[in-house]
């Protein structure tokens, strides 16, 4: 069965603190695709990042940025030099062909940046 | 559209009513998914569909939820006899064609069963 991990449930930074939330996953297949997504406390589901198992290539876009580690099934997105409006709760997720597409999610880690 | 659009925003039914939700996929995607977040975290999968068809119901509570996608219509969710345990948020996601993509989410519908 394929499992998703986010073992921080809450952070707190002050404001330009740089962060960084920790994904750890679980699957058997060997093709699959990791994605971060972000809850603003509006609701809505914004789609930040996708990589696949393939490609362990870092990435950043702008202030963010991702490592993914096949050697210990991670994949990490750290947020440099924090704003308040990076406040959200953070959902990393997991899918494959074999999982029939369907996207199985961490429990999610609610940021807080403090002005 | 260019968008998945969901409705209604909100729906209030008092227990052992029924609910029906609405999903309407981005143009041309051929995937919808709809899953059900409770509390504002943890996300259950329910059913997907590849067009019309049923492509995975593994999560779905056989006993009162169902749901269709028919063509030139708006995907539906229904929950029939609605427990205070549905209340929740509840998103339709749709992809083009293929499980890299991105499967973008709709604003949900935040069901309250009294």
């Known amino acids: 069965a394929q499992k998703v991990t986010q073992a921080q449930t809450e952070i707190s930074v002050v404001e330009k603190e740089d962060v960084t939330l920790d994904c750890v996953y679980e699957t058997r297949d060997t093709t699959y695709y990791l994605f971060w997504y972000k809850q603003p406390p509006s609701g809505e589901l914004v789609f930040l990042i996708r990589?696949?198992?393939?490609?362990?290539q870092n990435e950043i876009s702008g202030r963010y940025s991702w490592n993914f580690q096949k050697s210990t099934s991670s994949f990490n997105f750290t947020i440099t030099a924090s704003q308040v409006v990076d406040s959200a709760v953070y959902f990393c997720?997991?899918?494959?062909?074999?999982?029939?597409?369907?996207?199985?999610f961490g429990q999610g880690t609610r940021l807080t940046i403090n002005p | 559209g260019e968008e998945v659009a969901q409705t209604p925003k909100h729906l209030v039914r008092g227990e052992g009513q029924k609910a029906k939700l609405y999903c309407a996929p981005i143009?041309?995607?051929?995937?919808v998914f709809w899953y059900q977040q409770v509390l504002k975290n943890e996300f259950k999968f329910l059913i997907s569909?590849?067009?019309?068809?049923?492509?995975?119901e593994t999560g779905m509570p056989k006993e009162r939820f169902s749901a269709k996608c028919l063509p030139n219509s708006p995907c539906s969710l229904e929950i029939q006899a609605t427990k205070l345990e549905d209340s929740a948020v509840y998103f339709c996601a749709s992809i083009r064609d293929r499980v890299d993509q991105p499967q973008h989410f709709g604003d949900g519908t935040r069901l309250s069963i009294l």
């Open positions: 569909f590849q067009n019309e068809n049923v492509f995975d």
């Open positions: 990589r696949n198992s393939f490609d362990e």
């Open positions: 997720a997991l899918s494959s062909v074999q999982g029939a597409q369907k996207l199985v």
């Open positions: 143009k041309g995607h051929s995937y």
